[in-house]
């Protein structure tokens, strides 16, 4: 066939009708939400499932606990545990740091070959909204009957989240995005 397109290559001068047609606001509307609010729900949904019975300090234990006490057997008990503490109020710090940049990345709305100015406005209302998702997390563990809700985990992912965003903002400057 002379007048055939190629497999995945679309004839844009045609008089097809088919081109005529142009998506609606509600379906731009979801394809922009679904590319910049979808991983947010997400990654939100995983932070909630795991403030859950089944990581808990009890159940995490059984896992790095033995594992320290292979790599490092002369370590004594109040170490390991003090380790197996810092890896856990480690993971909060990263699991918000995370959150911070995808919520950052859902405000911002970022475009390529549109740099915008660093806007601290955004950092303010993100980090808002990390130490918002970050109490209703621990008003959840109340909840749990193996959790207990500490203020002092608020603070930790308020920090993590902040961490995050000032990593993203040095990485900006020095790549001279902002």
């Known amino acids: 066939m002379p007048n055939a397109t190629p497999l995945g290559k679309l004839n844009y001068d045609s008089d097809c009708p088919a081109r005529l047609i142009r998506l609606s606001s509600g379906v731009l509307q979801l ?22 019975d089944t990581h808990s300090y009890e159940h ?63 950092v303010r209302l993100t980090l808002l909204m990390v130490m918002l998702y970050a109490a209703a997390d621990e008003f959840h563990q109340i909840f749990v009957p193996t959790r207990t809700a500490q203020v002092s985990d608020v603070l ?13 903002w040095m990485i900006g400057r020095w790549r001279k995005h902002w």
């Open 60 to 122: 995490s234990s059984r896992i790095i606990e033995p594992l320290l006490r292979w790599l490092f057997p002369h370590l004594p008990e109040a170490k390991i545990h003090a380790v197996h503490e810092l890896f856990r109020k480690c993971a909060h710090l990263t699991e918000y740091a995370v959150l911070a940049l995808l919520l950052w990345r859902g405000l911002r709305k970022p475009l390529k070959n549109n740099p915008r100015p660093w806007d601290w406005r955004e």
């Open 156 to 168: 930790i992912d308020t920090a993590g989240g902040a961490a995050g965003l000032l990593a993203l």
């Open 31 to 52: 394809r922009a939400f679904c590319k910049y609010w979808l991983l947010v729900l997400a990654w939100m949904t995983l932070i909630f499932m795991a403030s859950g």
